[in-house]
């Protein structure tokens, strides 16, 4: 007879971790695997392996990480890994541009040493954006998340040091590894929680990045009132926070109001 809340066959799942060298792949495995931070960077060499158990929706999952080395000289020991697995963490340090930069290289590089395309398209790939404990930053949140969500990946934002976001992290790289499992290895349709677009974040970060208030809004010393108002509605259209949710609306509005009012004063 079978026994009521019997458990699912066990799962044995292959996680891979990418990203350059130093954005800190390995502190976050070993946060969430052994609960601690070690600050002294020790380098991998080459690929490092570990073994996790979890339990996701009643079913025991064996997951086996291999955990590359991100320089660019291990790349003929990493190559050999990528196959076969079902999950990956892509990590960036929000506060080193060139590893975000890098991001789209390291797709490229799975997606050669993958080999097929749909087994590709079906690694479940959570993105961390890592080091968040850290000021300053050089990638902003929206920026990160819409890279992530124009991939059709999950996006976390991390920090090894602290544990915040780890956990949830794993947990959705696991969820989504064992629903593409149960789904004969297909994974579900990315649905993005978005709800803003590239154009706003970009009008976001001109306002924060401007250096004069002419910059703000688009407009050369010398700007008649006209010029100013006409900027100003064409900004407050994308940037109203009732509008705009992406993170960073509410100052970027703020500093639209200022600069206009900064600006028509000196055009009386
Ligand atoms: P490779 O193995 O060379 O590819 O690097 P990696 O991506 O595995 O980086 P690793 O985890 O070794 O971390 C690199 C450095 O960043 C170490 O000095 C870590 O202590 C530090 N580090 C990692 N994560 C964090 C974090 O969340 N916050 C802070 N402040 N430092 C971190
Ligand atoms: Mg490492």
Redesign the pocket.
């Known amino acids: 007879m079978e026994k009521k809340g019997r458990m699912k066959r066990p799962l044995r799942v292959k996680i891979i971790?990418m990203?350059?060298?130093?954005?800190?792949?390995?502190?976050?495995i070993?946060r969430y695997c052994e609960k601690r931070?070690?600050?002294?960077?020790?380098?991998?060499i080459g690929i490092d392996y570990g073994v996790t158990k979890v339990n996701i929706r009643d079913r025991d999952i064996k997951v086996n990480i291999f955990?590359?080395?991100?320089?660019p000289i291990f790349y003929e020991v990493r190559n050999e890994f990528y196959r076969d697995s079902q999950g990956a963490l892509l990590?960036f340090?929000v506060g080193d541009r060139v590893s975000f930069e890098s991001l789209e290289s390291w797709v490229q590089e799975m997606q050669t040493e993958v080999g097929d395309r749909s087994e590709c398209d079906n690694i479940v790939v959570c993105v961390c954006a890592?080091?968040?404990?850290?000021k300053p930053r050089a990638v902003d949140e929206a920026e990160g998340r819409i890279w992530a969500d124009s991939h059709g990946f999950h996006y976390f934002e991390?920090?090894?040091?602290?544990g915040e976001g780890i956990n949830d992290m794993f947990q959705a790289l696991f969820e989504g590894v064992v629903t593409t499992v149960e789904n004969g290895g297909k994974k579900a349709p990315f649905q993005t929680q978005l709800g803003y677009t590239k154009e706003q974040i970009e009008v976001i970060q001109r306002l924060k990045n401007s250096k004069s208030d002419y910059e703000r809004l688009g407009l050369v010393p010398g700007a008649s009132k006209d010029d100013v108002n006409k900027a100003y509605r064409r900004l407050a259209v994308l940037l109203h926070p009732d509008k705009n949710v992406a993170p960073g609306s509410e100052e970027a509005f703020k500093l639209l109001v200022s600069a206009r009012t900064a600006l028509l004063k000196r055009c009386s």
């Open positions: 971790s990203g350059n060298a130093e954005a800190g792949k390995s502190c976050i070993k931070f070690v600050s002294k960077y020790l380098a991998t955990d590359m080395a991100g320089h990590v340090d890592n080091k968040i404990d850290q991390t920090s090894a040091q602290t």
